[in-house]
């Protein structure tokens, strides 16, 4: 009797201490959920399923606070209770779990980050490419023609302006030609029918292929990009969740739910 009663307490005890704050953690695996995630609680170390819905998912991506950029990392903070929950807000668990990448001079942009760019998850990218990234979310000016520079870098990136490409000659940003386009660029895929949806696919005649499905049948052979600037006159750049661009020609959808070429291009199959 004397040993159901211990533990009958010992159950007791670890539900009341299985809604401590101190039994949160952190989940960054990508499949975990809040219905199947378990943590350990309570003084008789009991694994128990915490409640459903009480989570905090931290988006990967880049933002800007406090005059700096950082880049987040993505991530699912189980909770036991809404107690436990509030705090992981007030605490701003995602920032914590989010790396500087550096100052603005200017402060944060008042503006988002372009959509085509915002869903890009940096935080497995090159420390190159992230920081021309970065530099959409200050509000230093962007560079523009005769800005002064020291090098190139300094007039990159140059955002949502058609066919503008800058280098640094003599002090200031000059305007310089697009990059001319890859063998086969803008040619069709040599795809004979229709993928099963729009988007970016490998094709026979290229590796990066832009398809349109939906109310017509378009192809066009693409190129790598990051921003507009690295892709050929006339195509603007797309980025997908895993930070790879696509050059688009200028009218397609750019978001990166709908890369897809407009239905009047030229490109069918063949």
Do not use: K
């Not at 159901?4 to 989940?27: H, N, Q, T, Y």
């Not at 807000?89 to 008042?110: H, I, K, M, V, W």
């Not at 503008?164 to 990059?179: S, V």
């Amino acid at each position: 009797m004397r040993r159901l009663e211990l533990l009958i307490v010992c159950v007791a005890s670890s539900m009341a201490f299985a809604c401590s704050p101190d039994a949160s953690r952190a989940d960054r695996s990508s499949d975990a959920t809040a219905d199947t995630a378990t943590t350990s609680c309570g003084a008789c170390g009991r694994e128990v399923p915490c409640p459903s819905g009480l989570s905090l998912t931290c988006a990967g991506g880049l933002s800007c606070r406090d005059n700096a950029v950082f880049a987040r990392s993505s991530g699912l903070y189980h909770a036991c209770d809404e107690r436990e929950l509030e705090r992981l807000r007030r605490d701003n668990a995602c920032a914590e779990a989010a790396t500087r990448l550096g100052r603005c001079r200017d402060g944060c942009s008042a503006g988002p980050m372009p959509s085509r760019y915002a869903q890009c998850d940096l935080s497995r990218s090159d420390p190159t490419r992230t920081a021309r990234y970065a530099r959409l979310l200050c509000a230093d000016a962007l560079p523009t023609m005769f800005t002064p520079c020291q090098d190139n870098a300094d007039c990159h990136p140059v955002a949502d302006v058609p066919d503008l490409n800058l280098g640094c000659r003599g002090g200031r940003c000059q305007p310089l030609e697009r990059p001319q386009p890859e063998p086969g660029f803008g040619d069709s895929c040599g795809l004979t029918s229709a993928p099963a949806a729009d988007g970016v696919t490998n094709a026979p005649r290229c590796e990066r292929c832009v398809v349109r499905t939906r109310g017509c049948f378009a192809q066009r052979c693409s190129q790598r990009c990051q921003l507009d600037e690295d892709c050929p006159a006339g195509w603007d750049c797309s980025v997908d969740a895993q930070c790879e661009g696509v050059c688009l020609p200028r009218g397609s959808s750019r978001d990166r739910s709908m890369i897809a070429l407009a239905c009047d291009s030229d490109a069918g199959a063949g």
